[in-house]
């Protein structure tokens, strides 16, 4: 609606959507509650839906849109691991868990697959939302595509260290053995999320070819960036 406005606060924004990335993945990283992790892991991501948007090109917008369409996959699909964990043992803390794989395999395969997701790993949809944007932002500004490319690193160690804490390692003596793994209903809800994010990773354009003619209308509005 006002591509003049949105050129002159693009320093800002940036500077707003780094400080989402960085300062928010660093709380993540704290953490003791499986579900505020993911939840400050979201805010992180939206940063980069931001600074995708304001890049004012193809690259980015189609980065952004992505990037929304992953998160909400993702995210729907850690949140619904979480409730999962929750419905079986009451609690969501990552302290309480430890070797959950012994007790779950199937269930951690599943999650594994979600937290690459979510860290942007080749061949999942969070790649390609992370990769387009980083691309789009570099060619305006190198120290914000340098400090966003940071975030990429902080959700990997979060991530992975929620992974190990929670499935890995001894068998944590709170677990025990009277949960059995995940049920049929929710092996399917499961199923249908890792293939959207498998889908879109692999095949973006399945998207992006719907998107790109309305991109382009709006990169024509764009006056020449200050940047």
Not at 6 to 27: C, D, E, G, N, R
Not at 133 to 151: D, E, P, Q, W, Y
Request: net charge positive.
């Amino acid at each position: 609606f006002l591509p003049d406005a949105s050129i002159f606060f693009t320093p800002f924004i940036f500077f707003l959507s780094v400080i989402a990335i960085v300062y928010t993945s660093v709380i993540a990283l704290v953490q003791e509650d499986m579900k505020k992790l993911i939840a400050y892991s979201s805010v992180a991501h939206m940063g980069f839906v931001t600074i995708g948007i304001f890049s004012a090109n193809i690259q980015g917008l189609h980065g952004a849109i992505i990037q929304m369409i992953s998160h909400g996959i993702i995210s729907a699909a850690l949140f619904f691991s979480i409730g999962s964990i929750y419905n079986r043992y009451k609690t969501k803390q990552i302290n309480f868990f430890g070797g959950l794989n012994t007790i779950m395999p199937k269930f951690s395969i599943l999650f594994l697959i979600f937290v690459l997701g979510s860290i942007g790993f080749p061949g999942t949809s969070g790649f390609v939302g992370e990769y387009l944007t980083l691309l789009s932002v570099f060619g305006k500004n190198t120290t914000i595509a340098f400090i966003a490319s940071t975030g990429v690193i902080l959700a990997a160690s979060y991530m992975l260290l929620l992974y190990k804490n929670v499935f890995l390692g001894p068998v944590n003596e709170n677990i025990g053995k009277k949960f059995g793994d995940i049920n049929n209903i929710e092996l399917i809800v499961y199923i249908i999320l890792i293939s959207l994010i498998l889908i879109i990773g692999v095949k973006p354009n399945y998207i992006l070819d719907y998107t790109t003619s309305s991109i382009e209308r709006i990169i024509k509005l764009y006056p020449i960036s200050i940047l």
